[in-house]
Antibody, heavy 122, light 106 residues
Framework: EVQLLESGGDLGQPGGSLRLSCAAS????????MSWVRQAPGKGLEWVSAISGSGGSTYYADSVMGRFTISRDNSKNTLYLQMNSLRVEDTAMYYC???????????????WGQGTLVTVSS | DIQMTQSPSTLSASVGDRVTITCRAS??????LAWYQQKPGKAPKLLIS???SLESGVPSRFSGSGSGTEFTLTISSLQPDDFATYYC????????FGQGTKLESK
């Protein structure tokens, strides 16, 4: 059974940094693209970033480009999101999601984690 | 960027009703569209991929159709467990979601 477990969500300061992790099990991790999707309180889903199975291709939403970095360690079956220059509008539940294929673009999400909450406030 | 627009934003219906949610893309996404169901406090759940391919384990009362820029999700006979928020997502060019449709009990 595929399981995705996010961690690292916390209260962060504007301009500060946080690092999210997503530990995966029950799948051949390196064969699947992975993404981060966020949901602000009471709002809809927003795609944040995606990474190919090998880690060689990455994509970002305009709203986080240059501030967030997605990465993965296939030896540890773990996905990361380094969040720098945090803004109040980054406050959201952050979900990691497994892509149906190994390309960073062109996969739907067949498994989701339970989410980790990031709150940015002074 | 491809914009996804769902309608309606809120839908009131009763158990047994047939309901349809529409999703429109700002440009052609061929059939690269997925539908998700989300309940309060829970992660989204995949229902349909490639516009009309029902995910394993999803009840057959759910169906999807469309291609190009216009898509629909239909629930043939609404059940109590179906009251939730539904999102469409394009994965033709990067990714984007519709704003969601909240299906509530009339």
């Amino acid at each position: 059974e595929v399981q995705l477990l996010e961690s690292g969500g916390d209260l962060g300061q504007p301009g500060g940094s946080l690092r999210l992790s997503c530990a995966a099990s029950g799948l051949t991790f390196s064969s699947h693209a992975m993404s981060w999707v966020r949901q602000a309180p009471g709002k809809g889903l927003e795609w944040v970033s995606a990474i190919s199975g090998s880690g060689g291709s990455t994509y970002y939403a305009d709203s986080v480009m240059g501030r967030f970095t997605i990465s993965r360690d296939n030896s540890k079956n773990t996905l990361y999101l380094q969040m720098n220059s945090l803004r109040v509008e980054d406050t959201a539940m952050y979900y990691c999601a497994k892509g149906s294929g190994d390309y960073a673009s062109g996969s739907y999400y067949d498994y989701w984690g339970q989410g980790t909450l990031v709150t940015v406030s002074s | 960027d491809i914009q996804m627009t769902q309608s309606p934003s809120t839908l009131s219906a009763s158990v047994g009703d047939r309901v349809t949610i529409t999703c429109r893309a700002s440009q052609s996404i061929r059939s690269w569209l997925a539908w998700y169901q989300q309940k309060p406090g829970k992660a989204p759940k995949l229902l349909i991929s490639k516009a009309s391919s029902l995910e394993s384990g999803v009840p057959s009362r759910f169906s999807g159709s469309g291609s190009g820029t216009e898509f629909t999700l239909t629930i043939s006979s609404l059940q109590p467990d179906d009251f939730a928020t539904y999102y469409c997502q394009q994965y033709n060019s990067y990714y984007s979601f519709g704003q969601g449709t909240k299906l509530e009990s009339k």
